[in-house]
């Protein structure tokens, strides 16, 4: 088969149900080169920091709706998104996501090569 389809809640929410949810939809896709996850914060709440400095992986996330605002620590910088933008960071940068709206916010990660 050519393709794989998948939905959001197959796999488990690595993000407490009370913060929003995250699922982790690589292996549900069978992908090999991309990463592919859906974020859902609730206001207030922030994403794991980190960085990709040992896989080497870039990340863009795109906002589906809602406010959020993404720590770049390294950079000491900090960057708005609203629904519609996105942003791509480099494997390096240590970054933050928070939900800093009064609604829920929703992203798509992606993330390359794995």
Same mark, same amino acid.
């Given at each position: +088969?050519?393709?794989?389809?998948?939905?959001?809640?197959?796999?488990?929410?690595?993000?407490?149900?009370?913060?929003?949810? +995250?699922?982790?939809?690589?292996?549900?896709?069978?992908?090999?080169?991309?990463?592919?996850?859906?974020?859902?914060?609730?206001?207030?709440? %922030?994403? +794991?920091?980190?960085?990709?400095?040992?896989?080497? @992986?870039?990340?863009?996330?795109?906002?589906?709706?809602?406010?959020?605002?993404?720590?770049?620590?390294?950079? %000491?910088?900090?960057?708005?998104?609203?629904?519609?933008?996105?942003? $791509?960071?480099?494997?390096?940068?240590? $970054? @933050?996501?928070?939900?800093?709206? %009064?609604? $829920?916010?929703?992203?798509?990660?992606?993330?390359?090569?794995?």
């Amino acid at each position: +088969m050519g393709y794989n389809t998948a939905t959001k809640t197959d796999p488990e929410s690595v993000v407490p149900e009370e913060a929003g949810g +995250m699922w982790f939809l690589k292996e549900e896709l069978d992908s090999d080169h991309v990463g592919f996850s859906i974020l859902e914060l609730e206001p207030g709440a %922030d994403g +794991m920091e980190h960085d990709e400095t040992e896989s080497g @992986q870039e990340e863009i996330y795109y906002v589906v709706s809602g406010t959020v605002e993404v720590a770049l620590t390294d950079a %000491d910088e900090t960057v708005s998104l609203e629904a519609d933008e996105l942003i $791509r960071i480099d494997p390096e940068e240590s $970054r @933050q996501i928070s939900n800093t709206g %009064d609604e $829920r916010a929703k992203l798509v990660l992606v993330g390359a090569p794995l």
